[in-house]
């Protein structure tokens, strides 16, 4: 019997916030598959300024269960991702990068001239309104959401997790000394030991609109006039 591959849309729908695992752990070519799929998440400039670290240590699980004020994902569950920022890897070199575009045939010389300078007016210019930190974290939230859906297609379950003291989970994952680096977020991952059931999303309506942003009266689309009372 061939087994069911979850399509995206079933994986959206069918993930579930899991705060409860089973102590069993996860096998390591399913965490390299999906560590795997989790570089493969778009970045700003393809600059690849995410890191991801894998914690499964009891030591290092412990760390993170007193960083995250006690809650029960990190004591229960085998396996915490925690998504790295690296606002500054701009002013590194990308060499291997463009070479590798080159490789596969998506840029060539002239593309990657153009595009290498574009990247760093563009990375100055946030310098300048102090925005790289919030741009390479929304790089490393969207490696976050990769692994959810991805997680969830492997039968693992998962818990986004934002509620946590950023210099102890830097000092459990040994960067505590460094402040060009944040902390995105952290993920558990493990089997589930609870059934969370969906708990429903406000109606479309409610938080979907088209051309401009509306108040929850304005429903009507593309019109710029007021919908129904």
Same mark, same amino acid.
């Given at each position: 019997?061939?087994?069911?591959?979850? #399509?995206? %849309?079933?994986?959206?729908? +069918?993930?579930? +916030?899991?705060?409860?695992?089973?102590?069993?752990?996860?096998?390591?070519?399913?965490?390299?598959? =999906?560590?795997?799929?989790?570089?493969?998440?778009?970045?700003?400039?393809?600059?690849?300024?995410?890191?991801?670290?894998?914690?499964?240590?009891?030591? !290092?699980?412990? !760390?993170?269960?007193?960083?995250?004020?006690?809650?029960?994902?990190?004591?229960?569950?085998?396996? &915490?991702?925690?998504?790295?920022?690296?606002? *500054?890897?701009?002013?590194?070199?990308?060499?291997?990068?463009?070479?590798?575009?080159?490789?596969?045939?998506?840029?060539?010389?002239?593309?990657?001239? &153009?595009?290498?300078?574009?990247?760093?007016?563009?990375?100055?210019? =946030?310098?300048?309104? !102090?925005? *790289?930190?919030?741009? %390479?974290?929304?790089?490393? &939230? @969207? %490696?976050?959401?990769?692994?959810? =859906?991805? /997680?969830?297609? &492997?039968?693992?379950?998962? #818990?986004?997790?934002?509620?946590?003291?950023? /210099?102890?989970?830097?000092?459990?994952? !040994? @960067?505590?000394?460094?402040?060009? *680096?944040?902390?995105? =977020?952290? @993920? #558990?991952?493990?089997?589930?030991?609870?059934?969370?059931?969906?708990?429903?999303?406000?109606?479309?309506?409610?938080?979907?609109?088209?051309? #401009?942003?509306?108040?929850?009266?304005?429903?009507?689309?593309?019109?710029?006039?007021?919908?129904?009372?």
């Amino acid at each position: 019997m061939t087994p069911h591959t979850m #399509s995206v %849309a079933e994986a959206i729908r +069918t993930r579930r +916030t899991v705060r409860h695992y089973r102590p069993d752990a996860i096998p390591a070519a399913a965490l390299d598959a =999906l560590l795997a799929l989790a570089i493969e998440a778009p970045t700003s400039w393809n600059l690849q300024d995410r890191s991801i670290v894998a914690v499964t240590s009891d030591e !290092g699980r412990e !760390g993170l269960a007193r960083a995250t004020g006690g809650q029960p994902q990190p004591q229960e569950a085998p396996l &915490m991702l925690v998504f790295v920022a690296e606002p *500054l890897s701009w002013r590194e070199d990308h060499s291997d990068v463009y070479e590798q575009a080159r490789r596969n045939g998506a840029w060539n010389d002239e593309f990657v001239t &153009m595009f290498s300078a574009a990247s760093q007016a563009f990375q100055t210019d =946030l310098e300048e309104r !102090g925005l *790289l930190r919030e741009y %390479a974290v929304k790089d490393a &939230m @969207i %490696a976050a959401s990769y692994v959810l =859906l991805a /997680a969830t297609e &492997m039968g693992l379950a998962t #818990s986004p997790m934002n509620g946590w003291d950023e /210099a102890e989970v830097k000092k459990v994952i !040994g @960067i505590e000394d460094r402040d060009d *680096l944040a902390i995105a =977020l952290l @993920i #558990s991952l493990g089997y589930p030991a609870e059934e969370r059931r969906h708990p429903g999303r406000r109606a479309q309506e409610r938080n979907v609109f088209h051309e #401009s942003y509306g108040s929850p009266g304005n429903t009507t689309r593309g019109t710029g006039q007021p919908g129904p009372e």
